[in-house]
């Protein structure tokens, strides 16, 4: 069963606007983490949010996390083209070790 | 800079066939795993390894082993493949201390 559930599961935007991807999970947690993934590629980290933090940058990223609603969401500003691709959640449950719990991503698409 | 290298990145097979996927990385990590990516699900982890000489079952295990050959490789094995099992097939590696995985390109299997 899949953790983390993430909406939208498809976002559409122009180049220099902002998008925001929501991520929700089910059990109690370490951290928080956001991967990125270009067609046909693996995924690359982009950030981790630990559970007692609420809000974390990235340069053109800005990652919020609220355990009391288990949500997280990741806001890329001034997006670009480059930015195309798709972005996954994961859980680093307590139980879990170091094993990750992925979400299904959100594809997002930027129009130049 | 190779981080984590899978072999092969293409391959089809027959129904009952056999075949071995390998994973390489150079990281000097202790832990490693394979999930595989189907369309809309997101990754889902097959195995795992937390140290060289232990493997542990994932999510989705059955039709699997894995063998934890040394420190740096982890290989997948399908013994009799099913068209069940036609999917994008990730390794990673890391993941301990609350760092991120790190992943490799994949291996697109598709079973005929």
């Known amino acids: 069963s899949q953790q983390g559930e993430e909406d939208p599961q498809a976002l559409s935007i122009q180049e220099g606007e902002n998008a925001t991807m929501n991520c929700s999970y089910k059990t109690s947690i370490n951290n928080l983490q956001w991967y990125r993934q270009n067609s046909g590629r693996g995924l690359v980290h982009l950030i981790l949010?630990?559970?007692?933090?609420r809000e974390k940058h990235s340069g053109r990223l800005r990652v919020t996390l609220d355990t009391s609603k288990k949500s997280s969401s990741l806001l890329i500003t001034a997006s670009r083209a480059a930015d195309t691709a798709s972005y996954f959640c994961a859980t680093d449950a307590e139980t879990s070790g170091s094993r990750l719990t992925f979400g299904e991503g959100t594809q997002l698409t930027v129009n130049p | 800079n190779a981080g984590v290298t899978q072999t092969p990145k293409f391959q089809v097979l027959k129904t009952g066939q056999s075949m071995t996927l390998q994973c390489a990385q150079d990281?000097?990590?202790?832990?490693m795993y394979w999930y595989r990516q189907d369309p809309g699900m997101g990754l889902r982890l097959i195995y795992y390894s937390a140290s060289e000489g232990t493997t542990d079952k994932g999510e989705v295990p059955n039709g699997y082993n894995v063998s934890r050959l040394n420190k740096r490789e982890f290989s997948l094995r399908l013994e009799s493949a099913a068209p069940s099992q036609t999917s994008v097939y990730f390794c990673a590696s890391g993941g301990q201390l609350r760092q991120p995985q790190h992943f490799g390109d994949g291996t697109r299997l598709s079973i005929l």
């Open positions: 949010i630990r559970s007692n933090e």
């Open positions: 990281m000097n990590h202790n832990s």
